[in-house]
């Protein structure tokens, strides 16, 4: 269930929730077509998930955009944090690509803040971040997740879409970022 007053802002770090976190590229640049970037997102994501301490349950690259959904083992635990952790090794490496092998791309990366330049590989802000309590309630975000592409024209069917986990929800075949289990007792879990 998402929490009534949730926005892209702010972060509800309750104990035992999932999150579906959605976050996107600057502009919505569709930097994630490329396979290498989506290769760094991968990277990041197990490195995270290994740091931060979250299980992985369900993700989709689009190629302006990213969906996981995760569930923090550690509590307390920050939302903010595991976000942060999962995107920043890939705009770092997206931003210094781009200044060695397409330059031109800077001045569409750049903005001024005052005094300060910033070059943004992701969109300013967190991005969105919904819990997620109850079991019905996740398997519903994690159809809707998946059917992205399929929604989009980019596959016909969503275990087509490489980077997702689609393939492995719909005929338990392996997909580029391995799945934690959900637990059994998770999905029984009505909404609070």
């Not at 035992?16 to 990277?43: I, Q």
């Not at 635990?77 to 705009?91: L, N, Q, S, T």
Request: hydrophobic share 40%; charged share 25%.
């Amino acid at each position: 269930m998402t929490h009534p007053h949730q926005s892209q802002h702010r972060n509800y770090n309750a104990p035992g929730d999932a999150h579906e976190l959605t976050f996107s590229c600057y502009h919505r640049f569709p930097f994630l077509k490329a396979e290498r970037t989506c290769e760094w997102m991968k990277e990041a994501i197990e490195a995270a998930r290994e740091e931060q301490e979250f299980a992985l349950w369900a993700y989709v690259f689009m190629p302006e955009h990213v969906h996981v959904i995760v569930w923090p083992r550690r509590h307390p635990y920050d939302i903010a944090k595991i976000r942060h952790a999962i995107k920043e090794p890939v705009g770092r490496k997206g931003i210094a690509y781009l200044a060695a092998r397409a330059p031109h791309w800077l001045k569409r990366i750049t903005r001024q803040r005052g005094k300060k330049t910033e070059r943004l590989f992701w969109q300013s802000g967190g991005g969105y971040d919904r819990n997620i309590t109850s079991g019905k309630t996740l398997l519903r975000m994690i159809d809707y997740l998946h059917l992205n592409p399929v929604r989009r024209g980019l596959a016909a069917r969503a275990a087509e879409w490489k980077w997702s986990s689609a393939a492995w929800y719909e005929a338990g075949r392996p997909t580029p970022i391995a799945l934690d289990p959900i637990p059994p007792e998770w999905l029984t879990m009505d909404d609070a």
